[in-house]
C-alpha cells in the first residue's frame, strides 16, 4: 500500500481501492485539473458522510457497498458520470437527498443515471407482481434515455 492509499484509509476509517485512493488525491492536488476524478472524488466523498454511520446487518459500514458498485463500473470501462452515479445510487432510498439535489451537485447526466437505477422502496403495491412490473417499467423508460443505466 503506498502513502496515498495510507492517508486516505486514515481520513475515511475504510478500505479503500488504490484506484480511487488515487483520484482522491489527485482531485484534492490544486496543481491538477482532472475534472473527471474531481467528479468522482466528489461522488464519493458525498456518499461517505451521507452514509456515515450506517452499517449493514453484517456489520460493514454501509459505504462499502458504492465502493464496490463504483470499482465495478469502472472495472467494466464507465466514465466518470456513472462512476459517481455508482457511489450515489443508493442516497435517493436512503437519506433525505432528492434527485434534484444530486442534479445541482453533479449535473444532470448523472441525476439522470441515479433515478435509472433507483429502486421502488418508497411506493406502496398491492402485489409483488405489480411490483415487478413497474420495476420493469422504470428499467426500460430509464434505457430509453440513457443506455448506461443497464
Not at 441515479?114 to 429502486?119: A, L, S
Request: proline letters at 3%; glycine letters at 6%.
Amino acid at each position: 500500500m503506498n502513502a496515498i492509499a495510507q492517508k486516505a484509509r486514515t481520513k475515511y476509517n475504510i478500505p479503500l481501492p488504490q484506484w480511487l485512493a488515487d483520484c482522491l488525491e489527485i482531485a484534492n492536488d490544486p496543481k491538477e485539473d482532472n475534472e473527471e476524478a474531481k467528479l468522482i472524488a466528489q461522488a464519493f466523498e458525498f456518499a461517505y458522510q451521507l452514509h456515515e454511520g450506517q452499517y449493514r446487518r453484517s456489520g460493514e459500514p454501509y459505504i462499502a457497498h458504492p465502493v464496490a458498485v463504483a470499482g465495478l463500473i469502472r472495472d467494466l470501462g464507465g466514465g466518470s458520470a456513472m462512476i459517481a452515479a455508482g457511489f450515489l445510487h443508493d442516497i435517493v432510498e436512503d437519506t433525505d437527498i432528492t434527485c434534484e439535489e444530486i442534479e445541482e451537485k453533479f449535473g444532470g447526466s448523472v441525476r439522470h443515471l441515479v433515478e435509472g437505477v433507483t429502486k421502488l422502496s418508497k411506493f406502496n403495491f398491492s402485489s409483488k407482481t405489480e411490483r415487478q412490473a413497474e420495476n420493469f417499467r422504470r428499467m426500460f423508460l430509464a434505457m430509453a434515455k440513457d443506455i448506461r443505466v443497464i
